[in-house]
């Protein structure tokens, strides 16, 4: 199946730094991405959709100017927590969809973040 | 809001089959049932999705009932790497679509013990 790789799969940082997070499809083309984040003991919460060459589309709740999302090529998209704090703590997940494919998604292996 | 409900947690022994109901009442036509599995601390894993016929790979089966409310992923033969939380998720086969995103619930908690 296709790979999906996260990087770095845990960092700690301290408070009011900001945090980069990389997802790459490694053996194929994703024209989008989807960027969750999973809080301990509970389910995966979708943050927002990452679309090659344009804006993020942010869920309902999750602040666009807190949560960078970058998506520069078909291989690569990036999310940067900024200005984090001890709540941004958490397990961060990536998904990315094949573009001949607009059914199947595969998962990266997660970044779990730590604010100190 | 996840379309789906499932049981919190279930208990299977070693070897048997594992048996994992889904309740998908509100699902559409265009629909498919998904189900993902994640592993303490790892990303979800695909298993194996379906439309209304059941379906089978070297992973599990897929049963849908007739009216597709309701669906059963089983593991014929569960170990202990089987312990995992396990998704139910309904969506269109197109994540270009609104309804094409992946939207998880609580999942069903599968302990296998030996």
């Known amino acids: 199946g296709a790979v999906v790789s996260q990087h770095p799969s845990w960092v700690i940082c301290k408070s009011g730094t900001s945090v980069k997070i990389e997802c790459r499809s490694l053996?194929?083309?994703?024209?989008?991405m989807f960027w969750y984040r999973q809080f301990p003991k509970q389910s995966l919460m979708l943050m927002a959709t990452?679309?090659?060459?344009?804006?993020?589309?942010?869920e309902q709740g999750v602040e666009k100017d807190k949560f960078l999302i970058n998506h520069a090529s078909l291989t690569l998209s990036t999310l940067t927590v900024t200005s984090a704090h001890p709540e941004d703590s958490s397990f961060y997940i990536c998904?990315?969809?094949?573009?001949?494919?607009?059914?199947?998604?595969?998962f990266g292996e997660g970044s779990r973040l730590t604010v100190l | 809001d996840a379309k789906t409900t499932q049981p919190t947690s279930m208990d299977c022994a070693e070897g048997r089959a594992a048996n994992l109901p889904c309740n998908h009442s509100?699902?559409?036509?265009?629909?498919?049932v998904y189900w993902y599995r994640q592993i303490h601390s790892q990303g979800p894993q695909y298993i194996i999705h379906?439309?209304?016929n059941n379906e089978t790979n070297e992973m599990a089966s897929l049963i849908i009932t007739e009216d597709r409310k309701s669906s059963t992923l089983i593991l014929p033969h569960a170990t202990l790497r089987d312990t995992a939380v396990y998704y139910c998720?309904?969506?269109?086969?197109?994540?270009?679509?609104?309804?094409?995103?992946?939207?998880f619930g609580q999942g069903t908690e599968l302990s296998v013990k030996p």
């Open positions: 053996d194929f083309q994703a024209t989008t």
């Open positions: 379906g439309l209304k």
């Open positions: 990452s679309n090659e060459g344009s804006k993020a589309t942010y």
């Open positions: 998904s990315a969809g094949l573009a001949e494919n607009t059914g199947e998604l595969f």
């Open positions: 998720i309904v969506r269109v086969p197109n994540f270009y679509n609104q309804g094409g995103k992946l939207i």
């Open positions: 509100t699902i559409s036509g265009n629909e498919y």
